[in-house]
């Protein structure tokens, strides 16, 4: 585990055993099975320091209202987020 940037502790991936990662969880369950949190998770791939992935998404959502918002956020909307590369955009 590692601790956020507001000193919290922050589950990240590899500390989740094998069978709790998303990117098993898909491959073993199919998507139904997930969250749009962890499917985008998936698609980010990393997070940042101090903040795991999962968390990324997580926000990523919030900040756009869900995955009908997220759709329609326009390139420059993504790259201003705190931890979103152009890549990730």
Sequence with gaps: MTT???GRYATMIRDL???ERPRERLRDYGPSYLSNSELIAILLRVGSE???V???ASRVLATFG??????????GELCNLHSISDAKA
């Design 4 to 6: 956020d940037v507001e």
């Design 17 to 19: 055993p094998q069978g």
């Design 50 to 52: 101090g903040e795991s």
């Design 54 to 56: 999962l968390t990324l």
């Design 66 to 75: 869900g995955l009908g918002g997220l759709g329609k956020a326009t390139y």
